[in-house]
């Protein structure tokens, strides 16, 4: 049995990490923090208003908090899936990928105009899997998500890739 998906659009790893929990709870994190620095920046304000002279060792504290809040913002803004997915278009419009399921391998061929690459993994690489709305979302670890739906396979069917999935990973594969 052989299963492929030809001309793989990474959009779709791109928002699946971009609506994830995790990240969700990135965002919030960070606003949280941006809060709390807001917080102790104008508390800062009002002693030193009320004592009226600055001390130095709170401007220093507080200078370090902000630099290191702003360095967080930044790499945050930079880890977002939307922006990498962006960047990574633009750098690379014809980037193509397939992805074949096999028996005993899932082989991935990449190519852009510049470059071809291959890849080959067994499935006790996968770390889970999954079906949802339409869509297989596969986690190979060490490496990331590949996630398609039913109408980017091109060889098989949706029934097969499920019960390859099935038979090769059993309880890790869910279907929700």
Request: charged share 25%; with cysteine.
């Amino acid at each position: 049995m052989k299963i492929e998906v030809k001309d793989f659009d990474i959009r779709h790893y791109s928002a699946l990490v971009n609506n994830s929990p995790l990240y969700n709870r990135i965002k919030k994190f960070t606003v949280l923090c941006g809060a709390a620095f807001v917080f102790v920046a104008l508390l800062t304000i009002l002693v030193a208003l009320k004592d009226h002279k600055a001390d130095p060792v709170m401007i220093i504290c507080l200078t370090t908090i902000f630099f290191v809040f702003a360095i967080y913002v930044h790499r945050t803004r930079k880890s977002n899936p939307a922006v990498s997915f962006n960047k990574f278009t633009a750098k690379n419009p014809d980037y193509k990928l397939k992805v074949s399921f096999e028996e005993e391998d899932i082989v991935l061929n990449s190519s852009t105009s510049v470059s071809n690459t291959n890849s080959t993994y067994k499935y006790v690489r996968l770390a889970n899997a999954a079906e949802k709305d339409g869509f297989f979302v596969i986690l190979i670890e060490g490496t990331g998500y590949i996630v398609f739906d039913h109408s980017e396979i091109t060889e098989g069917t949706a029934e097969e890739m499920r019960a390859l999935l099935h038979s090769k990973l059993g309880r890790k594969f869910r279907e929700k």
